[in-house]
């Protein structure tokens, strides 16, 4: 078993090295060349033994805020969430066993929401339990016109 080195060195350069080293200029571009990807998904692919998911995290929110794009970067982790608890959309039938993958999926997106849009979160997540999506609904990305809807990309 390989040893976790994810916080030996300056973690944030060697991110921004791999992403460079795979074509992309920006953490938020990787990110969404892999929409579904989860976190953890993603760290993997930049180094498994080296770079973690919350580092990942942190710097997705670091790029959101210097562009003022953290609504699509909440959209996003949304995106992410539903397809790992998800992977066939939506559920057809709203029973006990698919009850707790969409609350698993929604709770773990509110604990990677940022402070700013922790009001709007839980707002997004009462409007999808009173009016859950249709049966099937599976988001590819954080465009997707029912997410834009729950969490129009107005700043905070």
Do not use: C
């Not at 997705?60 to 992410?80: D, T």
């Not at 608890?85 to 939506?90: H, I, M």
Request: glycine share 6%; proline share 7%; net charge negative.
């Amino acid at each position: 078993m390989s040893k976790d080195r994810s916080w030996e060195g300056n973690w944030k350069v060697r991110l921004y090295e791999r992403v460079r080293e795979r074509g992309y200029d920006s953490l938020t571009a990787f990110t969404e060349a892999y929409p579904t990807a989860s976190l953890l998904e993603l760290a993997e692919e930049l180094g498994k033994d080296d770079i973690a998911a919350v580092q990942v995290f942190s710097g997705l929110v670091a790029e959101a805020e210097r562009s003022r794009r953290l609504s699509r970067l909440v959209r996003s982790q949304l995106v992410r969430e539903l397809a790992e608890a998800l992977p066939n959309g939506w559920p057809t039938v709203m029973d006990d066993a698919n009850r707790f993958k969409v609350a698993v999926a929604v709770s773990r997106w509110g604990t990677y929401t940022p402070e700013t849009h922790q009001k709007r979160v839980e707002q997004a997540k009462a409007a999808l339990r009173a009016t859950p999506p249709p049966p099937g609904w599976r988001p590819l990305g954080p465009d997707d016109e029912l997410l834009r809807t729950l969490l129009p990309d107005e700043e905070v």
